[in-house]
């Protein structure tokens, strides 16, 4: 494609997103992002590749190891609203993926048909877990220009705050890139996020750059602690009761993840 209707693919396709149901949607480098701090602090993490947040895969990939499709050159990142009075697009109904992740899924979906058709370019619908051939949503969305990662962790946007979902998929072609931005609410805030935390999650620094050699950790500083924060998983977990819900004719079991540090963030609430 020749760089003026490289350009205006970009913005058409970045308008098609939200045409298909994305809040916000940019373009990030696989180049750049293969070397996001993700990638390199994973494989160091204490208990890298078991338990927590790890599922089995056929693709034998340790921590921090990706497969990216043939020439793939440019990911494509959506991010879909969850505001505080749609809870229900967070929950798991019994076995079934909570609303929400159906929506990212397919918009997604439409896109990689709408995009192969009229550009005829190869395009890929990234799994969501990193060990299934993903990536890391968050480092993605940053280089793609969504919003910074705050101090809770998780990507802040300017529009929704914390409060939205990510997917990805890739494209063949190099797209420029729409990030990184230098939005950063955190620097001058009193943390709500992490004084709501049920678990205490960022109480400590359990990082040091100089152990990990990378300035960027969890939690920005080093303070994230995942098996804090999956104390609260599991309690969830066993706390969830069968519900009734209009989408079952039987009672079913919800479970509600804690969303703590993003509902006490005051960032893109109206
Ligand atoms: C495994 C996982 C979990 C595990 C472990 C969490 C973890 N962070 O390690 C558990 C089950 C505990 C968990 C909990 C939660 N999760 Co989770 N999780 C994931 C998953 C599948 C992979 C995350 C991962 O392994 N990251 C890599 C590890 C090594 O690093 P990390 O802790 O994230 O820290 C890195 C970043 O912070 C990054 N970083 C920090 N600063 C900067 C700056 C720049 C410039 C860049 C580029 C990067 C960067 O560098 C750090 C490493 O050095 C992603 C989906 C995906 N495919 O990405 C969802 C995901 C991150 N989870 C999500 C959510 C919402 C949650 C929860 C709120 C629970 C819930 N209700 O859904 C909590 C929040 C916890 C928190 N505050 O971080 C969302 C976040 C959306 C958002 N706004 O960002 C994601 C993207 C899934 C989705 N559906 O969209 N999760
Ligand atoms: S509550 Fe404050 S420190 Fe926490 S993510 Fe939001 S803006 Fe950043
Ligand atoms: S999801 Fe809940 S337990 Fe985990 S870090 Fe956020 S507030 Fe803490």
Not at 110 to 134: R, S
Not at 240 to 253: F, G, L, Q
Request: charged letters at 25%; one cysteine or more; glycine letters at 8%.
């Amino acid at each position: 494609m020749k760089q003026r209707e490289l350009l205006k693919a970009s913005s058409v396709i970045l308008k098609k997103a939200k045409e298909f149901g994305a809040s916000l949607a940019g373009f990030a480098s696989v180049e750049e992002l293969k070397k996001a701090p993700s990638f390199s602090f994973a494989p160091q993490m204490q208990g890298a590749g078991e338990g927590i947040g790890t599922r089995k895969n056929d693709l034998d990939l340790r921590p921090g190891e990706a497969v990216w499709p043939d020439n793939a050159k440019t990911v494509l990142v959506i991010a879909v609203e969850h505001p505080d009075d749609k809870p229900e697009m967070d929950w798991w109904f019994g076995r079934s993926d909570p609303p929400g992740n159906k929506v990212l899924a397919n918009v997604i979906r439409q896109l990689c048909t709408w995009i192969a058709d009229t550009y005829n370019i190869g395009v890929f619908h990234m799994p969501y877990h990193v060990e299934k051939g993903g990536t890391y949503l968050k480092d993605a969305s940053v280089l793609a220009g969504l919003g910074c990662i705050g101090k809770n962790n998780i990507l802040v946007t300017p529009e929704y705050g914390p409060r939205v979902r990510l997917r990805a998929m890739t494209m063949d072609v190099d797209f420029p890139s729409t990030g990184p931005t230098r939005f950063d609410p955190c620097s001058t805030c009193d943390e709500w996020c992490r004084k709501g935390c049920p678990q205490k999650s960022f109480e400590n620094k359990i990082y040091d750059s100089k152990d990990y050699g990378q300035d960027i950790l969890p939690g920005r500083d080093g303070s994230f602690s995942r098996p804090q924060c999956n104390i609260q998983m599991e309690k969830n977990n066993v706390d969830a009761k069968e519900e009734v819900i209009k989408e079952s004719d039987k009672p079913v079991k919800l479970i509600k993840y804690c969303r703590n540090c993003e509902s006490a963030c005051p960032i893109g609430k109206t």
